[in-house]
């Protein structure tokens, strides 16, 4: 599974913009740390799927788009 997590981070920072919220915000709303939310945005780290998940619910984002190997795996 191939997953551009920069780019999925970076429309997590623009819906958390729009909503007004600052990072110390939606972590807590989500239960996670702020620094963690800091490193979803950038695109340093993978997040769990519950995270991915919660993220998606507090935000209105959608998951992130899986895009298939070469295989033809997903």
């Known amino acids: 599974i191939v997953i551009d997590w920069k780019a999925w981070g970076e429309a997590v920072t623009i819906r958390r ?3 007004k919220l600052s ?11 702020r620094n963690f939310v800091s490193m979803i945005e950038r695109g340093v780290t993978i997040p769990s799927y519950a995270i991915v998940m919660s993220l998606c619910a507090a935000l209105d984002v ?6 298939t190997t070469e295989e033809g795996e997903t």
């Not at 110390?24 to 740390?33: H, P, R």
């Not at 959608?62 to 895009?67: D, L, N, R």
């Open 62 to 67: 959608i998951e992130p788009e899986y895009q």
């Open 17 to 19: 913009r729009r909503r």
């Open 23 to 33: 990072q110390a915000e939606l972590a807590d709303q989500i239960g996670i740390s």
